[in-house]
């Protein structure tokens, strides 16, 4: 009886001893990065994603946050890159260009035309030309097992991105580069690729370049590509738990996107 009344307490209190632990173990916190968004190309041609024209983007500063995400799919810590200017919009801002000259735009031309490859439905976005909008950028490496902070230098890997526009009387827009949900697939999209330039003193990846997946030409060199993103508005309310959703044309996006720690 003794022994079976022992074996009940140390149970116990292995049981407790393990509970305090769990309870007393904290998440990971997000990691401050500083992001940096390129304006034009090498041969001077404006990037579809630029920056504001006030530099670099640092977590805190500003309104800014721009983290590695403690929390990703699968249990991934730190795979992420985020760069979110929805918190306080009236400080940051991120350029958009959604073109068509036919429109009247002057940018080079990105709005997917029907008979173009990967053209599911006519472009109709939020606006044409090159707006400056409070935007929250990510990627979703982890949905596939990948992680940014994991690399080493000169390891790359595509990742599904997005870019998430401001809601404006009930009304928001999504640009999805790839997709994670495979009820609900955007086939005509593509992936950006992330690579790994440089590592820290902790031997993970430090330097990080985003941008579109390079072409392969046919004697083997390569060419800068442009990533097929899919737009989509989302309406909020009409008495739905979730947002009314429409597919409003693919666009063509070029960028080049560097994050650092810090």
Not at 2 to 28: E, Y
Not at 92 to 100: A, E, K, Q
Not at 105 to 133: E, I, M, R, S
Not at 195 to 210: I, K, M, V
Request: net charge neutral.
């Amino acid at each position: 009886m003794r022994t079976t009344k022992l074996l009940i307490l140390l149970t116990t209190a292995s049981l407790a001893f393990g509970m305090a632990a769990v309870k007393a173990a904290k998440p990971a916190s997000d990691v401050p990065v500083t992001t940096s968004l390129a304006d034009y190309d090498a041969a001077a041609q404006p990037y579809s994603v630029q920056s504001d024209g006030g530099g670099a983007y640092r977590n805190g500063v500003g309104g800014v946050v721009s983290i590695l995400l403690a929390n990703g799919y699968n249990g991934i810590t730190w795979g992420d890159w985020r760069l979110d200017l929805l918190a306080n919009p009236t400080l940051r801002t991120v350029g958009i260009s959604f073109c068509d000259p036919a429109r009247g735009t002057a940018c080079p031309l990105n709005a997917v035309q029907p008979g173009d490859p990967g053209y599911t439905a006519p472009a109709n976005p939020p606006w044409w030309g090159t707006d400056w909008q409070p935007v929250r950028a990510a990627t979703k490496c982890s949905a596939h097992n990948r992680n940014m902070y994991a690399m080493k230098p000169g390891d790359r890997f595509p990742c599904v991105a997005t870019f998430i526009l401001p809601t404006v009387n009930g009304v928001f827009y999504e640009l999805h580069l790839g997709y994670v949900n495979v009820l609900d697939p955007k086939p005509e999209t593509q992936e950006l690729q992330v690579t790994c330039s440089s590592s820290g003193t902790d031997g993970n990846c430090s330097d990080w370049f985003l941008d579109p997946i390079p072409v392969v030409n046919a004697d083997g060199t390569t060419s800068p590509g442009q990533t097929r993103a899919r737009l989509t508005k989302h309406v909020v309310g009409h008495g739905k738990t979730k947002p009314l959703v429409t597919n409003e044309g693919a666009f063509n996006l070029t960028f080049h996107i560097r994050v650092t720690r810090p």
